[in-house]
Nanobody, 124 residues
Framework: QVQLVESGGGLVQAGGSLRLSCLAS????????MGWFRQAPGKERDFLAV????????YYADSVKGRFTISRDNAKNTVYLQMNSLKPEDTAVYYC?????????????????WGQGTQVTVSS
């Protein structure tokens, strides 16, 4: 199985940027489609973005389309989430997840492995 560790979270002012990283170990990252999700306090975990194994396809939630960019470097076993134009409502714990299945998914339960999450706080 694969282990995932997120990093790059922190406190940023509204309008600022952050880049999250998710480092995989145990198995090659290229074996998985990779997704990013987030969970705000008192809310369900929401899908943000997904990228296929070879980076050929990406898909975004409407809430982050045009502001967030998912990418991956399989040689470094790392997937990234570049977040620009951050808003206070982006405040949440951000998770990366790995999907063994053949199709990309926006559904939480389709993902097989999860990181521990990294906190992102956007101040107004």
């Amino acid at each position: 199985q694969v282990q995932l560790v997120e990093s790059g979270g922190g406190l940023v002012q509204a309008g600022g940027s952050l880049r999250l990283s998710c480092l995989a170990s145990g198995r090659p990252l290229s074996s998985y489609s990779m997704g990013w999700f987030r969970q705000a306090p008192g809310k369900e975990r929401d899908f943000l973005a997904v990228i296929t194994r070879n980076s050929g396809t990406t898909y975004y939630a409407d809430s982050v389309k045009g502001r967030f960019t998912i990418s991956r470097d399989n040689a470094k076993n790392t997937v990234y989430l570049q977040m620009n134009s951050l808003k206070p409502e982006d405040t949440a714990v951000y998770y990366c997840a790995a999907d063994r299945g053949p199709l990309v998914s926006t559904t939480e339960y389709k993902y097989d492995y999860w990181g521990q999450g990294t906190q992102v706080t956007v101040s107004s």
